[in-house]
């Protein structure tokens, strides 16, 4: 594990190139991989031996990305994906199965949330939605005998709620089950879950981490601290007879989890990322510490300036004292949260519609949380799979707008959103 400063994780973390070699991590840009002997190659297959063998299964330059993240959310090991969505089904794959259940917050991006209500139920796994302020009585209500895993974003898509770390890992430890993260607006840079009790970290490395909108991915990071043979988990506790009868935990220790993952999971589903996106990536991340800091100063600033408006009907942004997270945010976050806010227009989902199309600086974009400033009217794009009960539950309302604040100058951000609030009819 790499213990230096996150900083310096950022810009030359799990890279060191000997001498003449290249400065900056090469693309390896080659599906397969040469062996002088069928003995070598038969010890990777055997998983008795480290090293490539397909780039399906791992490849250079996604080896260091792997690790560089890794280290910077204080893992064991992780595994990209060729998107957050894959990142997010593949760490509940790992070891959930038909017949299982999970319990989850509620506010969760529209997509992940459409995951869990309609896509794992076709393949047998049911969901228990939770509210992240949900109190240690409901939480509890919400598990049964099956269920395998608890699921939450640190801050959530697009409602911004702040999850309770410690306590939805405390009851999911109750119940011998882990708890998985989606850490995908704080980033490890103003959020470490793993510090909190979370055993399972994922990302789309598509938004901040990134942070140039270039290359679709995801991570899932492995912790190593659960205990997978206190719960019912036999695909890491019993032989996996693919594997001659390997079993996970007894073989790979506490990267059992990770170690599955790639072996089993992704030679079967293969949602590979490619190493020129893997490239990109690393490239974006080692200026993740200077670009996050900017975005959470440009979005607070916002933010206070809109909270002061008579225009707008109310501003979520975590960092504002204001808020009801206010004090989560302190404790799991205190240098910083993300560069995204979401406010209410008066005159409700027309004015929330409109205020989009008189915006220049910011582009209409279903992405968000990379360098240029964009917006999102998630009730109509997002989430419009959602019936208002869902989105009130996921704290989406029709007159939101999610406002994703890139590293622009703040002056030339907030006169843009002010020159489209004039063109507005209350």
Known sequence: MDNRHIDTICAQGCYKPKSGEPRVVPIAQSTTYLYETSEAMGDLFDLKADGFFYTRLGNPTTDVVEKKIAAMEGGVGAMMTSAGMSATLLAVLNIAGAGDHIVASSALY????????????????????????ASDEELEAAFKPNTKLVFGESISNPSLAVLDIEKFA???HAHHVPLIVDNTFPTPIFCRPFEWGADIVVHSTSKYLD???VALGGIIVDSGNFDWTSGDYKGLTEPDESYHGLTYTEAFGNA????????????????TPSPFNAFLLDLGSNTLHLRMPRHADNAKRLAEALEKDPRIAYVTCPSLPSSPDYELTQKYMPNGTCGVISFGIKGGRDNAQAFQGFLKLAGIETHVADLRTCVLHPASTTHRQMTDAQLEAAGVRPDMVRFSCGIENFEDILADVMQALDQLKF
């Open 256 to 271: 059992a989890y990770i170690t599955k993952a790639r072996t089993h999971l992704m030679r079967d589903l293969g949602a």
């Open 211 to 213: 942070g140039h909108a």
């Open 110 to 133: 529209g997509g992940t949330f459409n995951l869990f209500e309609n896509t794992l139920p076709e393949l047998g796994i049911t969901t228990t939605f939770v509210s992240p302020k």
């Open 170 to 172: 405390k009851h999911a």
